[in-house]
């Protein structure tokens, strides 16, 4: 017999079992099953009490004895307590989903919502949207009466919430609607959880408007769920440490900063007092490539490099938990700052011109004229990248104080 879990059909992105770890002493379980299999699981009531996720939130609904009137109003369920044979099953989704929309003051009341989307959790965001008093709200999706090629009609919209699957790992930087049509947006709400920020929620915030990612909402509903399970109230704060350690724990550190000025040897240094991997993407390009950085540049040219660096940035910055050590050219091209941004915090680490180190960089040779030129062309492009910079002027310093920084602001 189980005695809790998580059941779906694909559980490999889930952070549910740390999650439940961190709340209380019991064993959460991932059951991963296809539909027949989950149908049979779910009649044989051979656990104490599970969640349920994509795609049988409304499966499982023919199964229940009882429902909470929540769970009957939206029409799926996550949550399934076995009382005594009894099934009951409970949505505290709804639950997430309105603490994902309070945490991040946005202000729902009298607004205009789009959802993007038309599945379980659509129906939750809807039900929380209307609790939280909006005045209109607009589904648009692949498949509903409205679809996404007519969102033009609703660039009025006051508040988004992406209930769909698009921009999730490993489908990372794909987005629905372009923020920049939308005049009124004063809030952006993303489900996803992984990245930490999708394109929706980095161009959203870059316009200053207030976002929120899936990891509230996620850990709300699991804390409630828990609650569930062991009938015990927990505390107020319990959300708040979890988000913080899961973002600490998923959260990558980038550093980027002029050619020569330590980056490579910060994010080694950052790497053995965090225990965060360090990554070099100028070690990945050289590795498989079978060259020299300089060799590259002289046999295939500086657009075959960028674009190398390109791809090598785009799959490296999906994955979680690392240092990642840039090249000092990365942030030419916008697209690394969306792969960089998703995951992490970056760090513009300043040396000064007269320092750098120069030796097999092909861009740097030449003195200091051409590192002027190359830094006028550069600096403002840096700050713009960073969420923090930051003098090296010595290296254990620097690299203390950046692992420092990051642990008082919780990651990405
Ligand atoms: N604060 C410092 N004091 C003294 N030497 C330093 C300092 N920071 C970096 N260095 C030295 O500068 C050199 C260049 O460092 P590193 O290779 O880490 O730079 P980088 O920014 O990664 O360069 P690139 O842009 O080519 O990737 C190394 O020899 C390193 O030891
Ligand atoms: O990805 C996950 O671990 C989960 C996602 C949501 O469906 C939740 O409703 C479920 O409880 C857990
Ligand atoms: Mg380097």
Redesign the pocket.
């Known amino acids: 017999m189980i005695e809790y879990g ?1 059941l ?1 059909k694909s ?1 490999t ?5 740390s ?1 439940h770890s961190q709340i209380d002493d019991y064993d959460y379980t991932f059951i991963e099953k296809q539909e027949q299999d989950a149908k049979e699981f779910i009649k044989s009531r051979e656990f104490k009490g599970i ?4 795609p049988y ?1 409304k499966t499982v609904l023919e199964f229940c004895d009882e429902l909470s009137n929540t769970a009957k109003k939206i029409g799926c369920i ?2 399934l307590i076995n009382k005594n044979g009894k099934l009951c099953g409970y949505n ?2 709804y639950y ?1 989903i309105i603490r994902m929309i309070e945490k991040s003051q946005i202000d729902i009341k009298d607004k205009k919502v789009l959802i993007l989307g038309s599945g ?2 659509s129906d939750t965001a809807r039900e929380a949207a209307e609790y939280l008093g909006a005045s209109k709200i607009t589904f648009v999706s692949r498949k509903g009466n409205i679809k996404f090629d007519d969102y033009d009609k609703f660039y009025d919209s006051e508040i988004i919430i992406n209930c769909t699957p698009v921009g999730m790992y490993p489908n990372n930087l794909k987005i629905l609607v372009d923020i920049e049509k939308f005049n009124n947006l004063q809030g952006v709400c993303d489900v996803i ?1 992984n990245p930490v920020k999708t394109r929706l929620l980095i161009e959203a915030e870059k316009k200053g408007i207030k976002t929120s990612n899936g990891l509230i ?2 850990v709300a ?2 804390v409630k ?1 828990a609650e569930l399970f062991t009938g015990k109230k927990y505390d107020a704060n319990i959300e708040d440490k979890i988000i913080e350690n899961l973002k600490k724990n998923i959260s990558n550190i980038v550093i980027i900063g002029m050619p020569g000025s330590g980056k490579t040897t910060i994010g080694k240094e950052i790497s053995k007092i965090s225990g965060k991997k360090s990554v070099d993407i100028d070690e990945i390009i050289e590795r498989e490539t079978g060259k020299d950085i300089s060799q590259i540049f002289r046999d295939y040219g500086e657009e075959y490099f960028r674009q190398k660096e390109k791809e090598v940035i785009s799959r490296i910055g999906k994955e979680n938990n690392q240092i990642i050590s840039t090249g000092g050219g990365s942030i030419l091209d916008y697209e690394n700052y969306l792969s960089l941004k998703q995951n992490s915090r970056i760090y513009y680490i300043k040396r000064p011109l007269d320092k750098l180190a120069v030796d097999g960089r092909p861009l740097s040779s030449g003195g200091i004229n051409v590192l002027e030129k190359l830094y006028e062309q550069r600096h403002s492009l840096y700050e713009n990248f960073a969420d923090f910079e930051i003098d090296n002027d010595n290296i254990e310093r620097t690299s203390a104080d950046i692992w420092r920084e990051f642990n008082e602001n919780f990651g990405a």
């Open positions: 998580l779906g559980l992105h889930s952070f549910s079992k999650i969640n349920v996720t994509m939130k996550n949550t505290t989704d997430g379980a959790t959880y909402m996620l509903q699991a769920a």
